[in-house]
């Protein structure tokens, strides 16, 4: 990924402060966006193309008895079709935490089927139409056996306890026994889907033992030593490019099946291959969001002092994977408690593994928390915002350590002032305008700061402009653009995933430090070459900015970086920087940068790092027919330092849409009988359009925090839908008295 300074090209302030860090700069990969320059990883053009169709499963559970492929190898056009018995065989990659993985053979088709829509075969043929044609032409029998559908399923049971997910200090059951007031909920969200606007797919070439994919990443390095593994080569013949990404979300983090086919597929027949989901298949081909199921019991004094806190969790995981939604995550930290326990299960049901969809853990944690003691302040007569205020907690309650920085009573202020919340009247169903029923709800969120490793080159070239290289992603939160703007203020490459709003965070300091070094070497060698302008004036340092150098004084020479570099017989400067720890071992680096093992807790240390936000939010209920929109959003949010507000605010408004789709319109719905999601694509899983979505302000209030990052900031990208959906919820108790904890919150449960 290369980005040239953008200083004399682009931002709104004439002392170029917009172009550093702490600037509002556009972003400079959208003139191409919106043009329709920009060319994304499956829209490359190469000799010799061809295209692949998967064959999915139609059933739920049981195993595959035969594959008639018959017809759809005689049809035009067709190459070759896949099957469990045909494509070559493939190794075991290591997780993403870099276990090493069992000594047994890998194939992306099954043979035994473990949820509807899993790979069975593919078609490879000379065109996509030919592809498609031939593909209908697969025969595929089955032995089928009862599928659990769901949680809800009897034959579900309880699960399997994840002895991680406990967390437990003081008495909690004896204390909630003794409590004056009590209240207890159950909050259950469904399944939940990423739906990024650009679908899963790549293109794969072999030549020789080398291997290119152009593929949308969220994580280049990762993902490149899944596809070697794979195929039993060394990392560094793996090449992915990933230009442009349409939305992740989280679901394009790992190399997955359709990935594993379209590579096999180009080595056996020698040709570049083309795969690309069809929008159901991106209901099935990887996970998204898992449902869940919380209990949250609180006890409290008459004052709304909270004396113990109790919950308990389940989601559903796979028939043959494992995935834990980490539901006591926010439950554990929000608020002050004496007494606290949580525990989880998971449950296998016939799914495809759930995966990372923004916030995993968090948000559905925030919805139970934050709408039971939403129910607490009714119970003991107390303002929403106020008990959120008595139960402040001053440090991490669990970890027993200071916060970073925690802006959390700052945004609830700056939030409710922005609002109007002293306005609210307190009683439900107490405003109303017309047959429109109106309701205030407020709700606290959080995110950790996840630290990483990261790397990056940093080239001072000739004509005067920076380029900064590295293998950091783009997928929409301008990671580009930041990572600009940090090399202008200062002035082969890794880094880790982008996911868990850690990106910039990372990339910031790896670009921070080499656009030092780089600035460092050009007024060394200005003051130490004789052949330089500037070595007569036996200065200490010089002033580098706009594309020149000059003395700070402002006597002798003013030149640009062109004609310096020129003068000493150099055509750039070049330096690297990075995140890693002291004496890394090249073993270390591939570790770091290839798994997410090595990754910091945010726990590390002496503090606790999060970013905080506050919602408040307006809902509008109509009487007569239960429809419920969102009128009004003021959010006030804690991400440290921001890099660049203007993009900032566009993750955290991203990340408010994306909570209030999940709040009243986003549910997988399953078909009982056969286990499948019926569904799937976008004119019936609903997502938010703008006719849903109101003016919504965003409010800073975060400071620098230099525990979590070199430049002080904190994670923006998930943090914002973290507390949206809660905060729906209880602004719909408010407007109409009946409190919903199933989400979506649908016109049927409020009639």
Not at 102 to 114: E, M, S, V, W
């Amino acid at each position: 990924m290369t980005i040239h300074d953008p200083r004399t090209r682009h931002g709104d302030a004439s002392d170029g402060t917009a172009d550093q860090v702490g600037g509002r700069l556009s972003r400079v990969d959208g003139p191409a966006k919106i043009t329709g320059a920009a060319k994304y990883a499956v829209e490359q053009q190469l000799d010799g193309l061809t295209y692949g169709v998967l064959v999915e499963s139609t059933i739920a559970s049981g195993k595959v008895r035969s594959i008639d492929t018959s017809a759809a190898e005689a049809a035009p056009g067709v190459l070759k079709v896949l099957t469990p018995d045909t494509i070559m065989p493939l190794k075991t990659a290591s997780d993403w935490f870099g276990t090493p993985p069992p000594d047994k053979p890998y194939c992306p088709l099954a043979r035994d089927i473990t949820f509807s829509g899993q790979h069975v075969a593919a078609v490879i043929a000379e065109t996509f139409e030919q592809a498609v044609a031939a593909a209908a032409l697969v025969k595929v029998s089955y032995d089928e056996t009862p599928a659990i559908v769901d949680l809800s399923d009897a034959k579900a049971g309880d699960g399997i306890p994840i002895a991680a997910m406990t967390k437990e200090w003081g008495d909690a059951q004896a204390a909630f026994a003794a409590a004056p007031v009590r209240v207890c909920g159950a909050y259950n969200t469904p399944r939940e889907y990423q739906a990024p606007m650009e679908p899963h797919g790549l293109i794969a070439r072999w030549e020789g033992d080398k291997l290119t994919v152009w593929e949308p990443s969220q994580w280049l390095d990762g993902m490149a030593r899944t596809y070697a593994e794979w195929f039993g080569v060394p990392f560094e013949n793996v090449r992915l490019v990933s230009p442009y990404i349409g939305g992740g979300f989280g679901s394009k983090a790992l190399a997955l099946g359709h990935g594993a086919v379209a590579a096999a597929a180009a080595k056996m027949l020698g040709r570049p291959v083309r795969v690309v989901m069809t929008r159901p298949q991106t209901f099935t081909g990887y996970g998204g969001r898992a449902a869940t199921r919380q209990t949250v019991t609180i006890g409290a004094d008459r004052d709304g002092k909270i004396q113990s806190i109790v919950h308990r969790g389940v989601n559903e995981t796979s028939i043959d994977g494992m995935w834990v939604e980490p539901l006591g995550v926010v439950t554990s930290i929000m608020y002050a408690t004496p007494n606290f326990s949580s525990k989880q299960n998971v449950v296998r049901v016939n799914s495809v593994v759930p995966g990372a969809m923004r916030a995993p853990g968090e948000n559905p944690s925030a919805f139970g928390i934050e709408s039971a003691i939403d129910e607490l302040a009714y119970e003991v007569g107390i303002d929403p915002l106020e008990i959120r205020l008595r139960n402040y907690a001053e440090q991490d309650p669990h970890a027993k350590k200071a916060w970073s920085t925690r802006q959390l009573r700052e945004a609830f202020a700056a939030g409710a002032e922005h609002f109007g919340w002293a306005q609210r009247t307190p009683k439900p169903r107490s405003m109303r305008n017309g047959n429109q029923l109106i309701g205030w709800g407020v709700a606290a969120g959080t995110y950790p700061v996840r630290r990483a490793y990261g790397e990056a080159i940093v080239r001072i070239l000739a004509n005067g402009s920076v380029e900064v290289e590295s293998s950091s992603i783009d997928m929409g939160q301008g990671t580009y653009t930041i990572l600009a703007q940090t090399a202008a203020e200062r002035s082969e490459e890794h880094t880790s995933v982008a996911g868990g709003s850690r990106l910039a965070g990372v990339m910031t300091g790896a670009v921070y430090k080499a656009a030092t070094s780089a600035l460092d070497q050009l007024v060394g060698l200005a003051i130490s070459d004789p052949r330089s302008p500037f070595h007569a004036l036996q200065a200490n340092t010089l002033v580098v900015a706009n594309g020149r150098i000059r003395s700070p004084r402002g006597d002798g020479p003013d030149v640009s970086i062109a004609d310096l570099l020129a003068s000493v017989g150099r055509d750039r400067i070049e330096a690297t920087g990075d995140t890693m720890p002291a004496n890394s071992t090249a073993e270390d680096r591939y570790k770091n940068y290839t798994t997410i093992a090595a990754a910091l807790p945010h726990t590390e240390g002496d503090y606790s790092r999060h970013s905080w936000c506050a919602h408040f939010i307006e809902v509008r209920v109509d009487e007569d027919f239960g429809t419920v929109r969102v009128s009004r959003v003021v959010s006030a949010l804690d991400s440290g330092r921001l890099y660049n507000p203007k993009l900032a605010e566009s993750q955290w408004k991203g990340g408010i849409i994306m909570g209030i789709g999940q709040a009243l319109l986003e549910e997988g719905i399953v078909d009982r009988r056969h286990g499948r999601i019926v569904n799937n694509n976008l004119g019936d899983y609903l997502v938010p359009t703008n006719a849903d979505i109101p003016d919504i302000e965003v409010i800073s209030v975060g400071i620098p925090d230099l525990h979590s990052s070199v430049l002080g900031g904190k994670g923006v990208g998930e943090l914002a839908i973290v507390g949206v959906a809660p905060a729906i919820a209880n602004a719909v108790f408010h407007a109409t008295g009946k409190r919903i904890r199933d989400l979506p919150i649908t016109l049927e449960k409020l009639i």
